[in-house]
């Protein structure tokens, strides 16, 4: 398995807290979630955070049928997270 963490190739929810310019900046998300691949990290406030120099990896995932999920590990080269309703969601999800 690769040890390597997938990036989070970029990120729609721009009112994320981690979210500077469509760019994630949390050291890492996991995704998880009952009936969507969401992202449980991501937060709405109002003051920005994370570290500037820093693209988020992807920590964990919770989506036992995406053909990416190891062990809990995800094995995408990257992802991209988008926007839905309420939630940022993982849009590189494969169901096995």
């Not at 994320?16 to 469509?22: D, L, M, Q, V």
């Not at 053909?67 to 999800?93: G, P």
Request: proline content about 3%; some cysteine; glycine content about 6%.
């Amino acid at each position: 398995m690769n040890t390597k963490m997938p990036k989070v190739k970029s990120c729609d929810a721009t009112d994320c807290a981690y979210n500077i310019r469509h760019k994630c900046h949390a050291i890492a998300i996991t995704i998880g979630g009952w009936s969507v691949p969401a992202c449980d990290t991501s937060m709405i406030a109002q003051k920005k955070g994370g570290v500037p120099n820093t693209t988020a990896g992807v920590g964990a995932c919770k989506i036992e049928n995406c053909q990416f999920n190891k062990s809990l590990q995800c094995t995408a080269k990257w992802i991209r997270v988008k926007r839905y309703t309420l939630d940022a969601e993982c849009v590189t999800i494969k169901e096995k």
